[in-house]
């Protein structure tokens, strides 16, 4: 139970600002989730989450959002790296250079596109995991825009 409650947790943070225990609490109850205050405490110090500067939402430490630096430092990545851009159903796989792949794969997860679930990469394809068909759609149409460039 402990660990289904916590990746609740994550992925909660992951998909919305929540600045307090007890709006996370609501959040947890409206996914069947009851939880204490102590509880949640105890989770987030074990999750070593942290709060951002700015709006003091919970966040994991060492994770960037997609600002606008951020996403120019993709995009010049992409345009760099990527050698095509290729969606099926809501997965996309893009091409790099050999020994690529990897290093890009990891900057995308730290930027936290919203429509990314995750990527896996090898060494010189990475996959992309969407979290639907139209999110995939525009973001394959976002990235081959980013690669063009």
Sequence with gaps: MKSWRQSQILEVIDAEAVSSQETLRQKLQQR??????????????????????????????????????????????????????ERVDY????????????????????????????TIAGDDTILLVCRGLDLATQMEQHLTTMVKS
């Design 91 to 118: 997965l996309i796989v893009l091409r790099t250079d050999r020994g690529q792949a990897q290093g890009l794969a990891e900057f995308l997860d730290r930027v936290q596109l919203p429509e990314v679930a995750g």
């Design 32 to 85: 069947g989730i009851d939880a204490t205050q102590a509880t949640l405490s105890r989770d987030l110090k074990e999750l070593g989450l942290v709060k951002r500067a700015g709006d003091g939402a919970y966040t994991r430490p060492g994770r960037e959002r997609a600002g606008q630096a951020a996403v120019e430092q993709l995009r010049r990545a992409l345009a760099t790296l990527v050698r095509s851009v």
